[in-house]
Structures are given as C-alpha cells and as structure tokens.
C-alpha cells in the first residue's frame, strides 16, 4: 500500500475499494472488522472507528 488514492471505475474488477483496504490494513496490524446494517451504524457516512493506544 502506497496511501495512493485514485478516483476509478468501481465496477472495474481491477479496481480496489477503499473500504476494502482499509479492512485489510486493520486486520493486519491485529484489528477486528465488523459490517454492520445501516441501521446499526452510530454515523451517516458509511465509516466509524473505534481507536485505542
């Protein structure tokens, strides 16, 4: 991972969402992912973290 970000075609399968790496990225450094419905989600724009140190 580069931190690169650019805008492409989604429905390209070549073409990596960032959502998706950032899963990736937490899960590597030890972190737990979890989707949830729209409706469980504590934030409108699709995104919410909890950080810890």
Do not use: H
């Amino acid at each position: 991972m580069t931190g690169n970000i650019q805008n492409k075609d989604i429905d390209n399968p070549r073409v990596d969402d960032l959502l998706d790496d950032m899963s990736e990225l937490a899960m590597r450094m030890g972190g737990t992912v979890t989707v949830l419905t729209k409706e469980q989600m504590p934030s409108e724009s699709g995104v919410a973290a909890i950080f810890r140190y």
